[in-house]
């Protein structure tokens, strides 16, 4: 069973979209909200926060299955993630008023929320982690409703790292870049971008943690994200060089 799938919703379960949480915008924190209206002011106008993530390999089956023109598409993950919420929204809470914010005008750390639902620890590989699924979940959409859906209670659990002795992410890591406790990112960046390197298409210390491996993602699925990653870095060393 699923911790984090909170909304008995068909049409986001089938899609894969398969974790759910619901906060109250009135009962975040001063901090969270004075952000959150910073960035997004239409907030002061919804009761609600939806933040939708998934988690496994079902979403990836269900986009493939769905999607056909992935080349022909800038973002089609996140095309793909709209339409779905949209039609979750539309055809389950047809008479409430929302804004899809993420994907879209960024608003409060995905990451911070991540963390009040309980789906979220810091790793030395930098991608959250959690005893269930370990770090093979994403944050796909963030939400404002006015919608009266039961607040996701706050979840306390412990991080699997705590407990992790012998560190296989960071031996795993080529350009050694978790070495010093502090994530290198000029250290990642840099042997990404080598002709051999093995971290093109992958992340061989996200690879190596052993939490929540059952759920690891294929390599088809692994390619895809850090393939466009690694298509960022090197626009973003072209012009960072030719300047």
């Not at 009135?26 to 969270?32: I, K, M, Q, Y």
């Not at 269900?62 to 993950?77: G, L, W, Y």
């Not at 699924?133 to 006015?146: E, I």
């Not at 491996?213 to 994200?225: A, L």
Request: aromatic share 10%.
């Amino acid at each position: 069973m699923n911790p984090f799938q909170t909304l008995n919703s068909a049409v986001l379960n089938d899609a894969g979209l398969n974790c759910h949480a619901v906060f109250a915008i009135a009962n975040l924190s001063a901090d969270v909200k004075a952000i959150l209206f910073e960035r997004c002011p239409q907030a002061k106008n919804y009761q609600q926060l939806i933040l939708i993530g998934h988690a496994g390999t079902q979403f990836w089956q269900s986009f493939n299955e769905r999607v056909k023109d992935v080349d022909n598409q800038a973002h089609p993950i996140d095309t793909f993630t709209v339409s779905v919420v949209q039609q979750y929204l539309q055809s389950e809470h047809p008479s409430a008023s929302y804004e899809v914010v993420y994907p879209g005008a960024y608003t409060v750390s995905l990451q911070e929320l991540g963390k009040l639902a309980g789906w979220h620890h810091a790793s030395p590989f930098m991608v959250g982690v959690n005893t269930e699924f370990g770090s093979w979940f994403a944050y796909r959409a963030l939400v404002l409703a006015n919608t009266d859906l039961a607040v996701t209670p706050m979840k306390e659990s412990a991080s699997p790292c705590i407990s992790c002795e012998s560190t296989p992410c960071i031996s795993a890591c080529p350009p050694r870049a978790l070495d010093d406790g502090q994530f290198n990112l000029e250290a990642c960046l840099a042997y990404r971008l080598q002709a051999d390197s093995l971290c093109k298409n992958t992340c061989l210390a996200r690879r190596a943690c052993p939490v929540g491996s059952d759920h690891r993602y294929t390599d088809e699925q692994m390619q895809f994200h850090y393939g466009r990653s690694m298509k960022m870095i090197e626009l973003y060393a072209k012009k960072r060089f030719s300047s």
